[in-house]
């Protein structure tokens, strides 16, 4: 077992680096397209399905910024996956370099239970919970601004602001009474 | 013309559209050149019967005119309702040189002594079926034109497609087939589907199968989408593994369109903690799995390829297209799907 | 011709025909040279020609022996003799290549190879059976064999009317599977034989109608036309022996009772059952027996 480690690696200068897990593989792909047309610096994409990574590649891959995990709420598979590779990341990222992102939110045949365990175990991480729409490309173009934003901070790029301060801003925090049964 | 005859040709041109039409008479021929211009395709389909009709008339054409007509344009739209696979069995040694003229008159022969009033109608297609359309009518009445049956053969080979046979006729078809292609028996080979090039591409193996080779195929070049230097997959091996077993379980490229499987699991009670339940000891638990879809191979290809199904693929999905089936029935006793087999329902 | 009259008709005659006989010959040398001339040309150009080819060919061969050489030596050295790099001597490695390729495939089929190997799972083999006709590959089939517990094969795309089972249990595979693999592999390519000639026959030649055959290419029916009397003789080929692309039978139907008696008709029996139908018809074609 091979722990992720948020800075076992010398960044390079300019760059940033991020990492997409999502088991089904499909807004990955489309929102990769999108983060590397940036400009403004240079970003790396890595694509997994899970983690661990394989260690093979240990040696090519870059030191990772950023790393999201992207759940498709209409699939139990998906959030069960994106839980069990949460262990093989270190501890050390958990100060604002993991973000989730949650597509399909507004499907209706979403169990709540299912957004509701999404959004505790964000809060329970300290981790940001953006939304995301997969489907158009405006949604793609949206949540990859959003991404790059975090990514800038985590990367180091921005003047004084840090991972750890933006994280305390932006931490996803759950509703004290998400456990109360709802009335209507 | 008899009353009969004009209402199938009514039908006729009721059921296929304008233009299908036109190239159905093109195919069928005997229209001269000044009738087939006399027939308005614009116009609406009661004005073209009308005119078709006076056309019959004139010519004097009968019922068999019409079934040409009808054979032709199901032989070129033949899906259109369910058609279902038999297999024949254990061929005589002259079964493989039973050839066409033969094959005409023993079929013919074997069915018309089954049943009296019978109208068989046999023509060759080019890519080397034979179709034989069945009128069925029994001791006491006519053969019935508006419900025929179809039967699609491949001289040679053990398949025979048909479609709308009710349970009653089912026999003596079988028993004319097996007769005139020189076997000894005939069963269901459980194989059902609207498409009936997707049921005979299946059984016949023309579709592309993929098998483990030692040179890199065209598989893998075909999975790597071409994208930015700065995207990497970590995973990409896995995937690829993935996609070469999902290709190895169901076939590349098109695959033939299925629209169903059925899974039935017949299975005992077996709890000895729970007495209402295992007192029910004669009474069989059921179940009924069906998975549908437009293009059901290819969706659980799709489910296998991207991971969503776990690899490789459960013998149950890759039976499909192994064994040329899609009904299946499962059974305490036997492991696989094979095994044990009760005869479905048509 | 002014003093001709008092001469007589006769010398008359005798000088009008010389005097056509030397205009006649006159512009037909004429043409005659120019005749010669452009053959000269034409086998000068053919000439030419060849000589291009035999070089092509000689450096081919000096490429194949550099190569096959170069196989149990370096690969590099090869980048730097060959560094015009044009793309003349691009293709010729490349045809080189191609023949070392063909050459090595046809070896390996001589000697009996099957192409096996271990399946992804390692339960078992994977066969493939290439079927060639006349130097010319067709499909390749391929047939995967579960070793444990019991020989037994679990996938192939045979067709259905190549009687695999029975050939299995024919040729006992499970004792003698290479028995078993030559005798599939003869049914596949006699198969495939008769396939490329009914399609040669379908697609080259247009005046033979072909009235019947079936999936297993194992009946054909042809239709000939006798020139002159039009006559249509309709022809029968049963390929009985499924392991052979030549014809067990062959029968001869027409209106003409005696015409399938007739010696030149026997001759052409004959003549079918020993060589490839596509053949058998064009010569038939050349001695005018049909059109």
Known sequence: ?184 | ?346 | MDGAPSKGVLSHLNLLEVLARSRKSQPQQHSRVNELKAKAAALMKQRDQLKAEIQTHQNLQKLRTSMDRQNSNDEEDEMDDDSENSENSQLLRLMARHTQLKDLLDAHHLIGGYDVIKTSRGKGVCVSLATAYEGVYLDTYNLEIDMKPKLRISRHNIPPFIPLNDLAEQSNMETNIKDFLDLLSRHLNAFAGRKQQLKIVKEELKSIEVMESNVLCSILVLMFTVPRQKTAVLCTLDYTDHTRCLPTRVHFDSEDQELPNSPEWKKNCSLLKETPVHKAIITMKKMGHIV
């Open chain 1, 1 to 184: 077992m091979s722990l992720l480690k948020p800075f076992s690696k010398l960044p390079a200068l300019n760059t940033a680096n991020i990492l997409l897990v999502e088991s089904e593989e499909q807004f990955q792909q489309s929102l990769a397209d999108a983060l590397v047309k940036e400009t403004g610096v240079t970003v790396n994409v890595r694509l997994a399905k899970s983690l661990p990574l394989p260690m093979e590649n240990e040696e090519s891959r870059p030191r990772i910024d950023l790393v999201v995990f992207i759940i498709n709420l209409a699939s139990e598979l998906s959030l069960k996956s994106a839980e069990a590779s949460l262990k093989y990341l270190d501890p050390g990222y958990f100060l604002g370099k993991v973000c989730f992102l949650a597509t399909n939110a507004r499907n209706a045949s979403v169990p709540t239970e299912r957004l509701d365990a999404v959004r505790k175990l964000a809060a329970l991480l300290h981790c940001p919970l953006l939304f995301a729409e997969d489907q158009t490309p405006d949604g793609v173009a949206n949540a990859t601004e959003r991404l790059l934003t975090i990514l800038k901070v985590a990367a180091g790029l921005v003047p004084m602001a840090t991972a750890l301060y933006l994280s305390s801003l932006t931490q996803c925090t759950v509703p004290p009474d998400i456990d109360q049964p709802s009335f209507d």
């Open chain 2, 1 to 346: 013309m008899d009353d009969l005859s004009r209402r199938l040709l009514q039908r006729l041109v009721r059921r296929i559209p304008a233009q299908a039409l036109k190239t159905t008479l093109g195919k069928w021929d005997r229209l001269t050149a000044a009738q087939r211009q006399s027939v308005d395709f614009t116009q609406p389909k009661w004005t073209i019967t009308e005119t078709l009709l006076a056309i019959f008339e004139e010519n004097e054409w009968t019922m068999k005119h019409v079934t040409e007509l009808e054979m032709i344009h199901i032989i070129d739209n033949p899906n259109q309702g369910m058609w279902y696979a038999f297999q024949l069995m254990d061929p005589e040694d002259d079964a493989k040189s039973v050839e066409l003229t033969q094959f005409k008159e023993q079929f013919k022969a074997h069915l018309s002594e089954l049943v009296r009033h019978v109208s068989v109608k046999i023509k060759k297609h080019t890519d080397e079926a034979v179709w034989i359309r069945i009128a069925w009518g029994d001791s006491f009445s006519r053969p019935n034109h508006m419900k025929p049956t179809y039967v699609v053969h491949h001289l040679q080979t053990p398949y025979v497609f048909v479609t709308s046979l009710t349970s009653k006729q089912k026999p003596l078809l079988s028993q004319a087939l097996i007769l005139s292609t020189r076997h000894q028996g005939i069963k269901d080979a459980n194989l059902s589907g609207r498409k009936l090039a997707a049921i005979r591409d299946l059984l016949m193996k023309q579709y592309q199968q993929v098998f483990p080779t030692k040179y890199p195929g065209t598989l893998t070049e075909k999975n790597q989408t071409v994208s930015n230097p700065r995207i990497e997959r970590e995973q990409a091996e896995l995937g690829e593994n993935r996609f070469q077993m999902a290709c190895e379980a169901f076939g590349d490229g098109m695959l033939p369109q299925l629209q169903s499987a059925i899974y039935k699991l017949e299975t005992k009670f077996r709890d000895h903690t729970n007495k209402t339940m295992t007192e029910r000891e004669e009474l069989p638990f059921k179940c009924v799995v069906k998975f549908s879809s437009t293009n059901l191979l290819e969706s659980l290809r799709e489910c296998a390829a991207s991971g969503i199904a776990s690899t490789p693929v459960t013998p149950l999905l890759s039976s499909i297209p192994l064994k040329g089936r899609n009904y299946f029935v499962i059974t305490d006793n036997g492991l696989g799907p094979s095994s044990q087999t009760n005869q479905p329902q048509n």
